[in-house]
Antibody, heavy 122, light 107 residues
C-alpha cells in the first residue's frame, strides 16, 4: 500500500530545533519528489519546499531558506525536515506529500503523510 | 509570489445542493491549478488537478473548470461526506501557494 508515515508529535522550547521524519512505503522511494507543507492551528496550508530523494537536491520557499533543511536516507526510504531556531509561530502540523506530475508536467500532491504536530512553547 | 484568493471563506449548504467555490490567482497560471479537500484532523486529499482533471477514485459529482486567473470547483449534489474545507493550489511556479480555504458546513 502506497503511504507516507511520519514521526510522532514533538514539543519544543523556543530556540530549539526539531527534525520530523517521513517514511515511504509501497513505491519506489527515489522515483518521486517529496514536499513539506505546514498548517498552523486553524489556518491554511503553507508550502515549505521539496527534496529529490534520488539526488538529495532541495528547493526551499524563500521564507524558510535560512532555517529549514531537508535530507533523505535512501537506505530506509525516509526523508527528514529539520527546522532550527524555533519560534512560537512555528507551532503547526507538518505534512510530507508525494509529488506526481499532471498532464502539463506540473506538480500535484497525490499522497500525504498523516501529519506531525510540532508545538513550540516555553 | 502568486497570491490565491478563494471565495467564499465559508458557506452553509444542505445535502443535495449544488455548491460552487471560486479561486482567483494574482496572475495567469494557465491551467496549473489543483483542488484539495481536508477534513478535520486529516491530511488534505487531492480532488482535481490541472484545473479540470478528476483524480482517480474521486466521485464524479466533483468537477473543476477555469483558465488564466479564475477557477471554480463545483460539487453537483452535496453529500454528507463532502462537508470539509477545500483548498486551491497553484502549480505554475514555486512557492506553490494555496488559497486560504473554503469551509463547507451543514445548513
Amino acid at each position: 500500500q502506497v503511504q507516507l508515515v511520519q514521526s510522532g508529535a514533538e514539543v519544543k522550547k523556543p530556540g530549539a530545533s526539531v527534525k520530523v521524519s517521513c517514511k515511504a512505503y509501497g513505491y519506489t522511494f527515489t522515483g518521486y519528489y517529496l514536499h513539506w507543507v505546514r498548517q498552523a492551528p486553524g489556518q491554511g496550508l503553507e508550502w515549505m519546499g521539496w527534496i529529490n530523494p534520488k539526488s538529495g537536491v532541495t528547493k526551499y520557499a524563500q521564507k524558510f531558506q535560512a532555517w529549514v533543511t531537508m535530507t533523505r536516507d535512501t537506505s530506509i526510504s525516509t526523508v527528514y525536515m529539520e527546522l532550527i531556531r524555533l519560534r512560537s509561530d512555528d507551532t503547526a502540523v507538518y505534512y510530507c506529500a508525494r509529488e506526481t506530475r499532471d498532464v502539463y508536467n506540473r506538480p500535484t500532491f497525490d499522497i500525504w503523510g498523516q501529519g506531525t504536530l510540532v508545538t513550540v512553547s516555553s | 509570489d502568486i497570491q490565491m484568493t478563494q471565495s467564499p471563506s465559508s458557506l452553509s449548504a444542505s445535502v443535495g445542493d449544488r455548491v460552487t467555490i471560486t479561486c482567483r490567482a494574482s496572475q495567469s497560471i494557465i491551467s496549473y491549478l489543483n483542488w484539495y479537500q481536508q477534513k478535520p484532523g486529516k491530511a488534505p486529499k487531492l480532488l482535481i488537478y490541472a484545473a479540470s482533471s478528476l483524480q482517480s477514485g474521486v466521485p464524479s459529482r466533483f468537477s473543476g473548470s477555469g483558465l488564466g486567473t479564475d477557477f471554480t470547483l463545483t460539487i453537483s449534489s452535496l453529500q454528507p461526506e463532502d462537508f470539509a474545507t477545500y483548498y486551491c493550489q497553484q502549480s505554475y511556479n514555486s512557492p506553490y501557494t494555496f488559497g486560504q480555504g473554503t469551509k463547507v458546513e451543514i445548513k
